[in-house]
């Protein structure tokens, strides 16, 4: 729940449980748990105000918020998910899932008033990737999976999913409404940092700088120009004698993301979603046109704009990747093995190296010094670094250089790097000039708390809520009994 602090540490709980409740929010929204019944959800999940304060207690409804109900029934199905996903509920009290149900309902039903927009198309592709990644646990059966899930057939699954996806969408969006202009000064920093008692400052563990060359091998133009061709066969094909578009794209195109509902993505003109290249061509076609091939860093496509719905253009594509020879790759390996010798033998610096023969652009200017994605700074802390490059670099010691690594993405693309561990620095306490980055970070999460604190003492006051039975003995961090 979100409480008010007064030090560090009660910052880093508060902001352990901002991720829990985050945790929350992402197991109901890919959970399809039973919300309620049919018969119930036509007749009370929209409630009316007014009809709301005068209903007769309906047997399971543990309260309700707005235009929403929470069932008995949901908040022991939550607490039953999260042990299902391996999240530890020893210190998550059913009061609190029951308090964050609240706290999701109050946000949806606010964006509904509002009228902040989730699309359908959207939800729909949510839906589907949900049902997906359901199958995979159960070898592709659809019977399996609504047995399991109590459900009489696809349909009512896909019903049910699409209006908790479509809820938890709207409080997902209402929460980033209230939050998105909260912004942090250097001053607010400070004077975040120097009211935390040294004693409780936090202790930040062991980082690394981590800095890596690559080398990629090499398409020939003769690979590219055979995937061109390819390409405007297809093209010839669907235009010239009507061939099905979405069953080429499933037959051959290599995006796995897409392949299987035949390329078919929702581009929206105000959220990019695909690479600068892949949207200019979409949104310049007309409705039925196919585009000519053309070429992304994922490889060649063409892509055909089915329907535009205001903002939203429905597009499906085939993916081709050139196919590198068994010489090129060859050739890459031992091209990284000459630059290593070089480095070893003191002929050329590592940095410098990186700058003149690495194949990566995001890293090259840099001398090959990785970004941290999450903290956008060099620094890695030890135990949160991803698994795979841990497990290349643990063994390595400072300003050693790595053997050359090989790697293969899920694409079956193959490139080779060197790694070098180019700082270390120990667990340490919070230092302010060492450490500015993490610290503004924990400043701007307890202000962006309060903004939601704040947004959630007014409204509470404003919307229709019954906490019902039991449920009013829970001792709520908000004023949810309007006391």
Same mark, same amino acid.
């Given at each position: 729940?979100?409480?008010?602090?007064?030090?560090?540490?009660?910052?880093?709980?508060?902001?352990?449980?901002?991720?829990?409740?985050?945790?929350?929010?992402?197991?109901?929204?890919?959970?399809?748990?039973?919300?309620?019944?049919?018969?119930?959800?036509?007749?009370?999940?929209?409630?009316?105000?007014?009809?709301?304060? /005068?209903?007769?207690?309906?047997?399971?409804?543990?309260?309700?918020?707005?235009?929403?109900?929470?069932?008995?029934?949901? !908040?022991?199905?939550? =607490?039953?998910?999260?042990?299902?996903?391996?999240?530890?509920?020893? *210190?998550?009290?059913?009061?609190?899932?029951?308090?964050?149900?609240?706290?999701?309902?109050?946000?949806?039903?606010?964006?509904?008033?509002?009228?902040?927009?989730?699309?359908?198309?959207?939800?729909?592709?949510?839906?589907?990737?949900?049902?997906?990644?359901?199958?995979?646990?159960?070898?592709?059966?659809?019977?399996?999976?609504?047995?399991?899930?109590?459900?009489?057939?696809?349909?009512?699954?896909?019903?049910?999913?699409?209006?908790?996806?479509?809820?938890?969408?709207?409080?997902?969006?209402?929460?980033?409404?209230?939050?998105?202009?909260?912004?942090?000064?250097?001053?607010?920093? &400070?004077?975040?940092?120097?009211? !935390?008692? +040294?004693?409780?400052?936090?202790?930040?563990?062991?980082?690394?700088?981590?800095?890596? !060359?690559?080398?990629?091998?090499?398409?020939?133009?003769?690979?590219?120009?055979?995937?061109? @061709?390819?390409?405007?066969?297809?093209?010839?094909?669907?235009?010239? /004698?009507? $061939?099905?578009?979405?069953?080429?794209?499933?037959?051959?195109?290599?995006?796995?993301?897409?392949?299987?509902?035949?390329?078919? =993505?929702?581009?929206?003109?105000?959220?990019?979603?695909?690479?600068?290249?892949?949207? *200019?061509?979409?949104?310049?076609?007309?409705?039925?046109?196919?585009? @000519?091939?053309?070429?992304?860093?994922?490889? =060649?496509?063409?892509?055909?704009?089915?329907?535009?719905?205001?903002?939203?253009?429905?597009?499906?594509?085939?993916?081709?990747?050139?196919?590198?020879?068994?010489?090129?790759?060859?050739?890459?390996?031992?091209?990284?093995?000459?630059?290593?010798?070089?480095?070893?033998?003191?002929? !050329? $610096?590592?940095?410098?190296?990186?700058?003149?023969?690495?194949?990566?652009?995001?890293? &090259?200017?840099?001398?090959?010094?990785?970004?941290?994605?999450?903290?956008? @700074?060099? /620094?890695?802390?030890?135990?949160?670094? @991803?698994?795979?490059? =841990?497990?290349?670099?643990?063994?390595?010691?400072?300003?050693?250089?790595?053997?050359?690594?090989?790697?293969?993405?899920?694409?079956?693309?193959?490139?080779?790097?060197?790694? &070098?561990?180019?700082? &270390?620095?120990? +667990?340490?306490?919070?230092?302010?000039?060492?450490?500015?980055?993490?610290?503004?970070?924990?400043?701007?999460?307890?202000?962006?708390?309060?903004?939601?604190?704040?947004?959630?003492?007014?409204?509470?006051?404003?919307?229709?809520?019954?906490?019902?039975?039991?449920?009013?003995?829970?001792?709520?961090?908000?004023?949810?009994?309007?006391?």
């Amino acid at each position: 729940m979100l409480l008010k602090t007064n030090n560090l540490k009660s910052i880093n709980k508060l902001k352990q449980t901002f991720i829990c409740c985050l945790t929350l929010l992402t197991v109901n929204f890919i959970s399809a748990q039973e919300i309620i019944e049919e018969k119930v959800e036509k007749e009370v999940k929209k409630v009316d105000t007014v009809k709301a304060k /005068n209903a007769r207690k309906v047997d399971g409804v543990a309260a309700v918020v707005g235009d929403y109900i929470v069932l008995d029934s949901d !908040i022991d199905k939550t =607490y039953l998910q999260l042990k299902a996903q391996g999240v530890n509920t020893d *210190q998550i009290q059913p009061c609190e899932v029951f308090g964050k149900l609240l706290e999701d309902k109050l946000y949806a039903h606010h964006a509904i008033q509002d009228s902040i927009v989730v699309s359908d198309a959207e939800i729909r592709r949510s839906v589907e990737y949900q049902i997906q990644q359901f199958l995979q646990q159960t070898n592709g059966s659809m019977e399996k999976l609504l047995e399991f899930y109590k459900k009489e057939d696809e349909q009512s699954f896909r019903d049910e999913m699409f209006e908790i996806n479509k809820a938890n969408q709207l409080a997902t969006r209402m929460q980033q409404q209230i939050v998105e202009e909260v912004e942090i000064t250097p001053e607010e920093v &400070r004077a975040f940092f120097n009211k !935390i008692p +040294e004693e409780d400052r936090p202790t930040f563990g062991t980082e690394l700088k981590v800095a890596q !060359i690559i080398a990629e091998p090499k398409v020939s133009e003769e690979a590219e120009q055979k995937t061109i @061709d390819r390409l405007e066969k297809f093209k010839a094909d669907i235009v010239e /004698n009507g $061939s099905s578009f979405r069953s080429k794209a499933v037959l051959y195109s290599e995006d796995q993301g897409s392949a299987s509902r035949g390329g078919k =993505y929702t581009l929206n003109r105000k959220r990019p979603q695909m690479v600068k290249e892949f949207r *200019q061509v979409a949104f310049a076609l007309q409705e039925g046109e196919v585009s @000519d091939p053309f070429k992304t860093e994922f490889g =060649y496509h063409i892509v055909t704009l089915e329907k535009i719905r205001g903002q939203e253009y429905d597009v499906a594509h085939i993916l081709l990747s050139p196919k590198v020879s068994s010489e090129a790759v060859k050739e890459a390996k031992e091209r990284l093995e000459k630059v290593r010798q070089k480095i070893v033998d003191g002929e !050329i $610096s590592f940095a410098n190296a990186a700058r003149e023969v690495s194949d990566e652009e995001e890293t &090259r200017n840099d001398g090959g010094q990785l970004i941290n994605p999450t903290t956008q @700074d060099y /620094n890695f802390e030890l135990t949160r670094m @991803d698994p795979e490059l =841990y497990s290349q670099i643990q063994n390595l010691k400072e300003e050693e250089v790595s053997l050359v690594l090989k790697e293969e993405d899920r694409t079956g693309k193959v490139k080779f790097k060197l790694l &070098r561990v180019t700082d &270390r620095v120990d +667990e340490h306490k919070a230092d302010y000039a060492r450490d500015y980055l993490k610290i503004k970070q924990l400043a701007l999460e307890e202000k962006k708390i309060k903004a939601i604190e704040k947004w959630q003492e007014e409204k509470i006051l404003d919307t229709y809520i019954k906490i019902s039975g039991a449920r009013r003995d829970c001792d709520f961090s908000g004023n949810w009994l309007k006391k």
